[in-house]
């Protein structure tokens, strides 16, 4: 008997505490709380960030320079969990349909179509951006990349990372003139069978790329208020979807296979099998010299027409158990100090996503001083060819039609 009441106790003591956590989870009211009271919240605890963690530059500013930089002023842990963002999203719905409430993911670094998949779901806390002091004291809230991601409303669910803009990079040693254009590169391939392809959607330089081809071809302006519908953007990417058709034979394996992810296409070029590879990381030539990956000379280029540029977010999950320290650290990374660090091409070489105008001398110097490399486009050449995002659900959509059509070996 008294074995009996023990176990009843004790299931009595867990529902509690099940219940204390799940009120607590539900009970994070951002509106009642101040910044110094979520940093106290913070202090001492370990924050679960998850998101890409396919390259090792990234992984190593997160884990290095970030970790120690957030041990130091608020004794706050990293743990980095690399893992795809499909994984991350079905981890989230899973958890949503359980009534998870105390998750195990508190900052996820996300963007674009998955967004889009999360905001739609109800998977996202906040809005929380305005709470954070950097946010409000650095970035221009009013910025189209700022208050939209892939063409859909932020509205405070989650915060600027980095920005990026598509890039092509090429070997000055063995390639004299760059297309300016996608006629241009198909005459290249032509005249250099084999020694250029690109990664196979639905990676995101791939898919990408595919996007700047559309663009080069029919236009952006279109595609910015379209129906998400399939046949209607069957119809208005044809012509580019022909054309990656005709570029086909003249690909690396004449097409027959395409790389799996852009790092693979990296090391192709690292190993001369092909003459080019793409970036959405404008830096990423100078970082990739500086360690030696990429060849001295190595150089970049952008279609006359512009490139994709877009900005990449941190959110925080619904059901985050650790929603202090995740603020804390997003805020953190809005600092300054984190958005030069991550500014320079051997350690990574995101664009930073802070308004010039809001700096001061002293804080302008310090991007100013950042030694870019010469591989790296001018900021004003970047800047007067970047060409907005397609809305998130047409993204979907294009890489489903490219890889019903194009991989095909008997179209």
Not at 2 to 7: C, E, F, R, S, W
Not at 55 to 66: A, E, H, P, R
Not at 208 to 224: K, L, P, S, T, W
Request: charged letters at 25%.
């Amino acid at each position: 008997m008294k074995k009996l009441i023990l176990i009843l106790l004790t299931l009595s003591l867990l529902l509690v505490v099940t219940a204390c956590s799940k009120d607590d989870t539900k009970e994070y009211n951002l509106s009642e709380k101040n910044w110094d009271t979520i940093l106290e919240e913070a202090r001492g605890t370990t924050v679960n960030f998850y998101g890409y963690g396919g390259d090792q530059k990234t992984n190593s500013w997160i884990d290095g320079y970030l970790a120690n930089k957030l041990k130091e002023e608020y004794d706050i842990t990293i743990n980095r969990v690399g893992i795809n963002i499909d994984e991350i999203l079905n981890s989230l719905l899973n958890e949503k349909q359980l009534n998870v409430q105390n998750g195990k993911i508190d900052v996820v670094w996300i963007n674009g179509e998955n967004f889009f998949t999360a905001k739609e779901n109800n998977l996202l806390f906040g809005p929380f951006t305005d709470k954070l002091p950097n946010f409000n004291k650095y970035v221009d809230k009013n910025s189209v990349e700022v208050k939209y991601d892939f063409g859909y409303p932020v509205e405070g669910l989650e915060a600027p990372f980095g920005k990026a803009q598509f890039v092509m990079i090429y070997d000055s040693a063995k390639v004299d003139n760059v297309p300016s254009n996608h006629q241009e590169l198909l005459q290249f391939a032509k005249n250099n069978p084999g020694k250029f392809t690109y990664p196979a959607p639905p990676d995101f330089t791939g898919s990408a790329f595919v996007r700047n081809i559309i663009y080069d071809i029919v236009g952006h302006e279109q595609f910015m208020d379209m129906e998400a519908d399939e046949e209607i953007v069957r119809e208005a990417i044809r012509p580019a979807i022909d054309y990656l058709i005709e570029l086909k034979p003249y690909l690396w394996k004449e097409g027959n296979t395409y790389p799996a992810e852009s790092g693979l296409l990296n090391n192709m070029y690292s190993d001369n099998e092909v003459i080019m590879t793409m970036s959405y990381n404008p830096n990423s030539a100078s970082g990739k010299i500086e360690t030696g990956e990429f060849p001295n000379t190595s150089k970049t280029f952008i279609f006359e027409k512009g490139t994709i540029g877009n900005t990449h977010f941190l959110a925080i999950p619904y059901n985050a158990s650790n929603k202090s320290g995740a603020l804390a650290v997003i805020d953190y990374i809005l600092s300054v100090d984190a958005q030069a660090s991550k500014y320079v091409p051997k350690t990574w070489g995101d664009l930073p996503v802070l308004d010039n105008n809001k700096l001061n001398d002293e804080e302008k110097e310090v991007f100013n001083s950042i030694e870019l490399g010469e591989a790296t486009l001018p900021q004003d050449v970047l800047l007067n060819h970047r060409v907005p995002e397609m809305p998130a659900d047409l993204v979907p959509i294009i890489e489903k039609i490219w890889m019903e059509t194009v991989p095909e070996k008997d179209e």
